[in-house]
């Protein structure tokens, strides 16, 4: 491990320009969402491209030249500002009750303009650590909170003035299922109308491809097997559309197999109420859609992917050879800050262990 020094910290985040800065970038759930946003400003700053997770022609499909990260994170020209487990101000008007905090925001010029959900995730997990190593992926586990802002942000460009012909497309394709379901939490007739329900969503997400923008930080560690070693080349960053996200319960689910209430298919549900709800009314319950309509299911989580899943949506030769090597550690960790991680929780400890070399 390289000699402790005074003031650790992590490449791009300055106490001028972070919510969290000196101890706050390394504790428990912050090194998790602090050394992505790193990696990011690292990309960005080499003039590197992620790879986007969109929604084409009904199908996810991943691309390394469709965003660069400045369109992801903002250019540094405009004086970004980084806030972690914050709340969206401009997304606060369309819910009629306080909504979880979503993990950073990037403020350009002071206005809150770029909310993100984080997800670092290791290559591979348990159900593909076993398979050819071109067939390794991440687990990916969906927060409840995750899953309303992605409909929120496909909500905030509907409302704009430029699309009103397009929300009005989407409000026509919904209505017809929406008005089917007379009691949201009654779970016989939600499953009763599952086709309609099913097929709105879909329909919708074919609509708004057009709007999509990031919203997903996916940055992902390459490990060899389950073990803590990286891979020469392990780390890169899959940035998701809110569309490709609320795209993931609808071809996860079909309406001709739904006999009983799945996550995925909750989440399908979830999403055309409170869509509907905001493009009538202005706002929606976001208390009682993702954290209530648990239909006996548990609503800690929105819904969860293994790698063998999650292969089929980052479908990417960077998934299998990361752009980035393991040595970029010593110029994203500095000052000996690994020494402020805890070796308990895996990612800290492969840190650690590999800035040894």
């Known amino acids: 491990m390289s000699q402790k020094q005074d003031n650790p910290k992590i490449y791009g985040i300055t106490s001028d320009n972070s919510s969290r800065y000196a101890e706050d970038l390394w504790g428990k759930n912050q090194f ?110 969906m927060r409840p909170v995750s899953s309303a802002h992605a409909m929120m942000s496909v909500a905030s460009a509907l409302i704009n003035e430029e699309n009103q012909s397009i929300k009005n497309e989407v409000i026509k394709v919904i209505k017809p299922a929406y008005n089917r379901i007379s009691d949201w939490d009654n779970e016989a007739e939600v499953i009763r109308y599952s086709s309609y329900i099913h097929g709105a969503l879909k329909n919708v997400l074919k609509i708004v491809e057009k709007l999509q923008k990031p ?59 409170s869509l509907y709800d905001i493009l009538q009314t202005g706002d929606y319950d976001y208390s009682a859609i993702y954290k209530g309509m648990s239909y006996g299911m548990q609503t800690d989580k929105a819904f969860t992917i293994s790698g063998n899943t999650s292969i089929r949506y980052l479908n990417h030769d960077r998934l299998t050879t990361p752009l980035l090597p393991r040595k970029v550690l010593h110029e994203l960790i500095l000052n000996g800050g690994e020494s402020k991680l805890k070796p308990e929780r895996r990612f800290d400890a492969a840190v650690q262990v590999n800035m040894m070399d």
Request: charged fraction near 25%; proline fraction near 5%.
């Open 32 to 141: 998790n969402s602090t050394f992505p946003l790193s990696l990011c400003l690292y990309m960005r700053d080499e003039e590197m491209n992620p790879i986007s997770v969109r929604m084409i022609d009904e199908r996810t499909k991943t691309d390394d030249s469709c965003w660069t990260m400045c369109e992801v994170i903002g250019k540094n020209c405009d004086n970004p500002f980084y806030q972690f487990e914050k709340s969206f101000k401009p997304y606060a008007k369309f819910s009629r009750n306080k909504v979880d905090k979503i993990d950073l925001i990037v403020s350009l010029n002071g206005i809150q303009t770029i909310p993100l959900e984080v997800k670092l995730t290791v290559v591979p997990d348990m159900a593909t650590s076993n398979k050819l190593e071109t067939e390794w992926a991440p687990e990916i586990v």
């Open 215 to 273: 919203f997903l930080l996916n940055p992902i560690w390459r490990t060899k097997g389950q073990s803590l070693e990286l891979c020469e080349q392990c780390f890169d960053v899959f940035a998701w559309s809110d569309v490709a996200v609320m795209g993931i319960p609808m071809q996860e689910c079909s309406y001709k197999n739904i006999t009983k209430m799945t996550r995925t298919f909750r989440e399908v549900t979830r999403h055309i109420r």
